[in-house]
């Protein structure tokens, strides 16, 4: 993947909004029941976690790579089981030293000012699935997101506003909706990284072929030149 992400710093990418969109809420259509189930284990599980003394910082990332790795297995087979959910704890340690370089810089980019907090907050936006999946070293992911999302960083920025304003209204349907917004939530940035790091077909343009119209045209010719 490595080389895939230096590519993509070099060549640029295009962005695709609507479709991160609409593929996350695609995602979840694909597989409610189960999307839901592994929310409620992730907020059982955190919330747990929060008892014990710097437990919610150990295994913010690993959860959260579940949902990244939900998503993959419904866009790739239609379908997710609860054990995919916390396969992110198989990369357990890159996954929380990431966590770790991100609150930091974050925190000190709030420090100055607020601004370049908000700026590292979206720009470190891949960093956890790019950790999730591959081998990449927790440092070098952040450099990959930071230089791939500020490519389009307002663009990634008022989606970042959108799946907030989600949640916000999924936090107000009595709490209930975050058992969706969630999910969701994480489904659109699985969408926006790996339409960014794999690409979508292009749908062709060209005409039919000759085998596809069931015509011999040395034939037709020939009896052209006959007639």
């Known amino acids: 993947m490595k080389e895939r992400l230096e590519q993509i710093i070099g060549e640029g990418y295009e962005y695709n909004g609507s479709y991160y969109i609409k593929k996350g809420f695609e995602l979840f259509g694909q597989s409610a029941g189960s999307s839901m189930l592994i929310t409620l284990l992730y907020f059982v599980i955190f919330s747990a976690a929060s008892l014990i003394p710097f437990g919610s910082v150990l295994i913010a990332w690993p959860l959260g790579a579940g949902f990244y790795i ?8 239609g379908s997710v089981e609860v054990n995919d959910f916390f396969e992110g704890f198989n990369n357990f340690g890159n996954l929380f030293v990431g966590y770790l ?16 907090g908000i700026y590292l907050a979206i720009a470190f936006s891949i960093t956890l699935p790019i950790i999730a999946f591959s081998d990449i070293k927790p440092m070098d992911a952040i450099t990959f997101s930071r230089k791939i999302i500020s490519k389009h960083w307002l663009m990634f920025f008022f989606l970042t506003l959108f799946i907030s304003l989600l949640n916000i209204v999924g936090f107000l349907f009595l709490i209930v909706g975050l058992f ?9 940035w699985y969408a926006a990284f790996n339409d960014i790091i794999e690409g979508r077909e292009e749908e062709s343009i060209s005409g039919p072929s000759d085998a596809d119209l069931d015509l011999d045209l040395e034939e037709y010719f020939n009896d052209l030149e006959e007639g």
Do not use: H, Q, R
């Not at 370089?101 to 601004?115: D, E, N, Q, S």
């Open 70 to 77: 939900a998503a993959k297995k419904i866009d790739e087979n």
């Open 101 to 116: 370089l991100y609150v930091i810089f974050v925190f000190f980019g709030i420090l100055l000012f607020i601004i370049p």
């Open 180 to 188: 969706v917004t969630v999910p969701i939530s994480y489904y659109i």
